[in-house]
């Protein structure tokens, strides 16, 4: 641990190498987390998607195979009103598609499940007592936070601004994820809306330092021992990494989101709102080519993939990746089919090499 050369992340999650696993819905898990622990990293799981029995379960797998901390992962975004004149708009820029794959334009939307932080999974939260807790989209009501912090459990969050950063500090996280453009999924921003002035990692990282006393974990584009080595130089304490171990076997990559990820170059990403209503980073498909990637008509976060869900269920058995998010950050080519702890490892040994 003292081998690097900030150990300031290392001793706060007790961990042994400053590698975060990225919290990716869908695509990680118990799984994931638990070969990026072996290998000494922090593993995350990311919740806003399952319930609270699924919740239980993956931690339950996790500590049954590892004794290393866990990092459960929320979402703090405020449920849209409903708006269903915006829905019909949504669906009729759809109409051209649902035509095309004869769906009726009145089928209706499933319900989106990502849910924010709230009294009850703050509750489950106390009954589990991960060891570290970190939210995206800012942070829950300072009562809940207070709840979270007194299980003892570490709390981090994510930041796209300098800004944000301060904000974050002031309400007492233990640490901070500065998350820059190049990141894949979805944007941590809660203080702005502008995506066309969102910082790049190279450049928000030393910023976020130079403004905040707690530890900086550097998240977005980083998938090799490289980033991590420019991470450190840049002031950060850690790195987090997502889409580096997305081709990995534990994984629960989808074999089309695979393909995709396999053929992407670095200038094959764009962000989006068109799935989920949120701006997000994911490879091009036809949707966000023929759309464009940004649209006013997008419902608002979560809601937008309501709709785009039968487009889905017509073409996703077919092989196609149409309509589907494909999230990805602008490293995919860096992405390898190794394991994930392998991939720690790797990545750890050969960063602390340049380091030292």
């Not at 500590?63 to 009103?81: D, K, S």
């Not at 489950?124 to 979270?148: D, K, M, N, T, Y």
């Not at 869900?309 to 992405?335: C, H, M, V």
Request: charged share 20%.
């Amino acid at each position: 641990m003292s081998a690097w050369p900030d150990a300031r992340v290392l001793a706060l999650f007790n961990i042994d190498v400053p590698i975060v696993l990225g919290p990716m819905a869908g695509v990680g898990g118990a799984e994931l987390a638990i070969a990026v622990s072996r290998a000494g990293g922090l593993g995350s799981i990311a919740c806003a998607m399952l319930s609270a029995d699924q919740i239980r379960q993956q931690v339950e797998q996790f500590r049954a195979a590892v004794r290393g901390p866990i990092n459960l992962n929320f979402f703090c975004h405020t449920p849209p009103q409903p708006d269903p004149e915006r829905e019909a708009k949504w669906r009729a820029h759809l109409a051209p598609y649902y035509a095309e794959f004869g769906i009726d334009l009145n089928t209706q939307a499933p319900a989106v499940n990502r849910a924010p932080f709230d009294e009850a999974t703050c509750a489950l939260v106390e009954e589990i007592q991960p060891e570290v807790v970190s939210f995206h989209f800012g942070l829950p009501a300072p009562e809940l936070q207070a709840r979270v912090k007194a299980t003892g459990a570490k709390v981090m969050a994510a930041a796209t601004t300098v800004e944000e950063a301060r904000w974050l500090e002031a309400r007492g996280v233990d640490a901070i994820i500065a998350m820059g453009n190049e990141a894949g999924g979805h944007r941590g921003m809660f203080l702005t809306t502008a995506i066309e002035s969102q910082v790049g990692t190279f450049a928000l990282v030393p910023q976020v330092v130079d403004a905040v006393r707690v530890p900086v974990i550097a998240a977005g584009g980083i998938g090799d021992a490289r980033g991590v080595v420019a991470a450190f130089a840049l002031g950060a304490s850690a790195a987090q990494i997502g889409t580096a171990y997305m081709l990995s076997p534990e994984a629960k990559t989808s074999a089309i989101h695979r393909a995709a990820l396999k053929r992407a170059t670095d200038a094959d990403t764009a962000l989006t709102n068109l799935f989920t209503g949120r701006p997000a980073r994911g490879i091009v498909n036809r949707l966000m080519r023929e759309i464009g990637p940004m649209s006013a008509f997008a419902p608002a976060f979560p809601t937008a993939g309501g709709s785009l869900a039968p487009l889905r269920a017509k073409t996703e058995p077919i092989g196609s990746g149409d309509f589907i998010n494909l999230w990805s950050g602008q490293g995919a080519q860096l992405a390898t089919e190794d394991s994930a702890e392998v991939i720690t490892r790797r990545i750890a040994t050969q960063a602390l090499e340049r380091l030292t």
